[in-house]
């Protein structure tokens, strides 16, 4: 079946430090990819995605390539900021009416 | 423009006592609706998840049920609640395979 594994958190940076969450998925076919962020108390939001192989997403300064090769889909930011402390979920989508799957979420915590 | 709703925000309850969890969504009609729990250290699990009215798909054997009276309703119940029931919960919404999942604010249960 469908799965998603990412890094185990949490991790701490400093202000301005590069930021790099590991994702690797196992799926049948070809599968949509998705970063979702969780600010604290509040539910989840979609933060990038990318739906091909060679695909980058990016949004807020986060950057992440749908890497077949690899089955990767690693989430990037060259400058963190405190208001980026949030959990992260790596995701995908088979394209069907099945549920996305989601990593168990990485902790980000940055320290001005 | 499309919204969802769920309540309450937070929940205190008792060990045996019953749940009732309410999703709506405006705006779409005929979205899959999902149920999903986070709890610590665990990620975010699927629970339920529904593709139309009455029709409801449960990924995990618990002693929660779901149930989706109107197209854009979706309750989440359970008899009597076990101290394993606490976590946050969190509904979401799908307008069409491989599109971006909306997700609710979310509900903190606590059982006690």
């Known amino acids: 079946g469908n799965s998603v594994t990412q890094m185990e958190g949490p991790v701490t940076l400093s202000e301005e430090a590069f930021l790099t969450i590991n994702c690797t998925y196992t799926a049948t076919g070809y599968p949509s990819l998705f970063w979702y962020v969780q600010y604290p108390g509040e539910g989840l939001q979609l933060l990038l995605k990318?739906?091909?192989?060679?695909d980058k997403g990016s949004n807020k300064g986060f950057e992440a390539t749908y890497r077949k090769e690899t089955t990767s889909f690693h989430l990037e930011k060259g400058s963190v900021q405190v208001s980026d402390s949030a959990v992260y979920f790596c995701a995908l989508s088979d394209r069907g009416n099945t549920p996305l799957v989601f990593g168990k979420g990485t902790r980000l915590s940055v320290i001005a | 423009s499309q919204t969802i709703h769920q309540w309450p925000a937070t929940l205190v309850q008792p060990v045996g006592s019953p749940l009732s969890l309410e999703c709506t969504v405006e705006g779409t009609s005929n979205p899959n609706l999902y149920w999903y729990r986070q709890a610590a250290g665990r990620g975010l699990q699927l629970l339920f998840y529904?593709?139309?009215?009455?029709?409801i798909s449960s990924e995990v054997p618990q002693n929660l049920s779901a149930s989706r009276p109107q197209d854009r309703q979706f309750i989440l119940s359970s008899k009597k609640l076990l101290l394993s029931d606490s976590g946050f919960y969190l509904c979401?919404?799908?307008?069409?395979?491989?599109?971006?999942?909306?997700f609710g604010s979310g509900t903190q249960l606590s059982v006690l």
């Open positions: 979401a919404w799908i307008a069409a395979p491989n599109e971006k999942l909306f």
């Open positions: 990318a739906t091909k192989a060679d």
């Open positions: 529904s593709v139309g009215i009455g029709q």
